[in-house]
């Protein structure tokens, strides 16, 4: 079974890929802005802000584009005021939402949220109402490929500081404490493996979600996600790893 994390992991595949690359950038200059304000411009001493490098240089972001961002974050260059604000929600099939946003404007932020549930069969939910439900942890993504042995592989990482390993997924994914991701990365990195990793919002249960709900479900996470001030959209479902692709194929 597939379930966010896949869901991201093709939307985010595709983004780099087609014509939605523009607001990609959008996207990741918010990110890379608001990470150096709150952290300091020093990707070293801030992992927030060495994510959001990394995925923009993934992303294919010029490198003057990316540091004119972090320069904004810390003031050395005038730019808009972002904050980062959590809303909640509840998606079709029962499905709760957590989305992160960057936003110079709560109110608009709130309204293009609610319009964007309303008709695609979600709502808004209460504060505190879906958070619960959720975890912070830090992600730490390797392809599977590269690991040649598994046992090995999952000694490493949990000496570094591991709390889980979902091995048979790809790629695989390390599950940290927040305070711990950085640790685990750079051990796994000076390894020798490629490394992704992000601080995330990982269920506490999930909800199995297929058919007609499934593709109402994937159609409004999307048009979440689609929002200039939308950063990340979690989710607490379950899909069927064909049925899953297959109607990514069919929304896209």
Same mark, same amino acid.
């Given at each position: 079974?597939?379930?966010?994390?896949?869901?991201? &992991?093709?939307?985010?595949?595709?983004?780099?890929?087609?014509?939605?690359?523009? @607001?990609?950038?959008?996207?990741?200059?918010?990110?890379?802005?608001?990470?150096?304000?709150?952290?300091?411009?020093?990707?070293?001493? +801030?992992?927030?802000?060495?994510?959001?490098?990394?995925?923009?240089?993934?992303? &294919?972001?010029?490198?003057?584009?990316?540091?004119?961002?972090?320069?904004?974050?810390?003031?050395?260059?005038?730019?808009?005021? =972002?904050?980062?604000?959590? =809303?909640?929600?509840?998606?079709?099939?029962?499905?709760?939402?957590?989305?992160?946003?960057?936003? $110079? &404007?709560?109110?608009?932020?709130?309204?293009?949220?609610?319009?964007?549930?309303?008709?695609?069969?979600?709502?808004?939910?209460?504060?505190?109402?879906?958070?619960?439900?959720?975890?912070?942890?830090?992600?730490?993504?390797?392809?599977?490929? @590269?690991?040649?042995?598994?046992?090995?592989?999952?000694?490493?990482?949990?000496?570094?500081?591991?709390? $889980?390993?979902?091995? &048979?997924? $790809?790629?695989? @994914?390390?599950?940290?404490?927040?305070?711990?991701?950085?640790?685990?990365?750079?051990?796994?990195?000076?390894?020798? =493996?490629?490394? @992704?990793?992000?601080?995330? =919002?990982?269920?506490?249960?999930?909800?199995?979600?297929?058919?007609?709900?499934?593709?109402?479900?994937?159609?409004?996470? +999307?048009?979440?996600?689609?929002?200039?001030?939308?950063?990340?959209?979690?989710?607490?479902?379950?899909?069927?790893?064909?049925?899953?692709?297959?109607?990514?194929?069919?929304?896209?």
């Amino acid at each position: 079974m597939s379930g966010h994390n896949k869901w991201a &992991n093709i939307k985010h595949r595709k983004a780099a890929q087609d014509a939605k690359r523009s @607001q990609l950038f959008t996207k990741l200059i918010r990110e890379l802005t608001v990470a150096a304000r709150e952290g300091g411009g020093d990707p070293e001493s +801030n992992p927030r802000l060495r994510s959001a490098i990394e995925r923009a240089r993934e992303a &294919n972001m010029p490198k003057d584009t990316i540091e004119k961002a972090i320069k904004r974050g810390t003031g050395e260059l005038e730019g808009v005021e =972002y904050i980062e604000v959590m =809303y909640e929600a509840y998606a079709p099939g029962g499905v709760a939402v957590l989305i992160r946003a960057l936003t $110079d &404007n709560k109110n608009r932020t709130a309204q293009e949220l609610r319009h964007v549930l309303s008709k695609n069969g979600g709502s808004m939910a209460e504060s505190g109402s879906v958070g619960w439900m959720f975890e912070r942890k830090g992600l730490v993504t390797v392809p599977r490929e @590269q690991i040649a042995d598994m046992d090995e592989f999952m000694m490493m990482a949990i000496e570094a500081g591991a709390e $889980d390993i979902k091995e &048979n997924e $790809d790629p695989v @994914q390390v599950i940290t404490a927040p305070e711990d991701m950085a640790a685990v990365r750079d051990k796994l990195s000076e390894a020798g =493996y490629t490394v @992704q990793a992000s601080l995330t =919002y990982l269920p506490k249960n999930t909800v199995q979600v297929t058919g007609s709900d499934a593709e109402k479900l994937l159609k409004c996470l +999307n048009s979440i996600e689609e929002l200039d001030d939308v950063q990340e959209v979690f989710a607490n479902f379950e899909i069927d790893d064909k049925e899953l692709e297959a109607i990514m194929e069919k929304i896209a």
